[in-house]
Nanobody
Framework: VQLQASGGGLVQAGDSLRLSCAAS????????MAWFRQAPGKEREFVAA????????DYADSVKGRFTISRDNAKNTAYLQMNSLKPEDTAVYYC???????????????WGQGTLVTVSS
């Protein structure tokens, strides 16, 4: 499966932004989808994941209550709605997928190219 992330940009602290991840290739609904991010000088970290049907989700503590992951299987697209953005959310955001029945924070096989989110104070 090929993934294309988009929607990044420069925003101010407190603003909102929605990232999209468009998938092509095999059946989108067969894949768990996730978002990761990598800030300058730091390792890539898990942000959120969503189950194949969209019922189950998982969030990193740092974004819980501010970010919402969702998906539209009819459109082969996953989303990350980011509210109340903070300067520490500045990073390149990557979408990823894996063929699995449960959501996990690791073991992702396919990755998008990343989209830069910059939050100014």
């Amino acid at each position: 499966v090929q993934l294309q992330a988009s929607g990044g940009g420069l925003v101010q602290a407190g603003d909102s932004l929605r990232l999209s991840c468009a998938a092509s290739g095999r059946t989108f609904s067969s894949y768990v989808m996730a978002w990761f991010r990598q800030a300058p000088g730091k390792e890539r970290e898990f942000v959120a994941a969503i189950s194949r049907g969209g019922v189950n989700t998982d969030y990193a503590d740092s974004v819980k209550g501010r970010f919402t992951i969702s998906r539209d299987n009819a459109k082969n697209t996953a989303y990350l709605q980011m509210n109340s953005l903070k300067p520490e959310d500045t990073a390149v955001y990557y979408c990823a997928s894996q063929s699995n029945y449960v959501i996990r924070r690791y073991g992702y096989d396919y990755w998008g190219q990343g989209t830069l989110v910059t939050v100014s104070s």
